[in-house]
């Protein structure tokens, strides 16, 4: 098992920036494919980045391409998303969520991942 806590969020102005950590414990961080995914009221969850366990290879929701960034400090078990140039439409509850590697693709789809952690808010005002 391994057991993750986001945190970092809060309120923010548009055309901000933020980011956001996610810590994790009860596991080598570097064993896994690390992903951030967000949830506004009344909608599902959605994908926002994916990291793979050995870092360098990303993958981003086209909806924050060249505003987000997603990194690992496998060092800290840490994964951090850094948002920049916020919208109003960010406003969610940011999740990371943790899976074994996949060979040969990204994995955005939330059913895949099995683990996550309690979320922290995000919200952006106009």
């Not at 055309?15 to 967000?38: K, P, V």
């Not at 505003?67 to 400090?73: K, L, V």
């Not at 969610?92 to 683990?115: K, L, N, Q």
Request: glycine letters at 12%; charged letters at 20%; aromatic letters at 12%.
């Amino acid at each position: 098992q391994v057991q993750l806590v986001e945190s970092g969020g809060g309120l923010v102005q548009a055309g901000g920036s933020l980011r956001l950590s996610c810590a994790a414990s009860g596991r080598t961080a570097s064993n896994y494919d690390m992903a951030w995914f967000r949830q506004a009221p009344g909608k599902e969850r959605e994908f926002v980045a994916w990291i793979r366990w050995s870092g360098g290879i990303t993958y981003y929701a086209d909806s924050v391409k060249g505003r987000f960034t997603i990194s690992r400090d496998n060092a800290k078990n840490t994964v951090y998303l850094q948002m920049n140039s916020l919208k109003p439409e960010d406003a969610a509850v940011y999740y990371c969520g943790a899976r074994t590697p996949v060979t040969g693709r990204p994995v955005y789809t939330r059913s895949e991942y099995d683990h996550w952690g309690q979320g922290t808010q995000v919200t952006v005002s106009s």
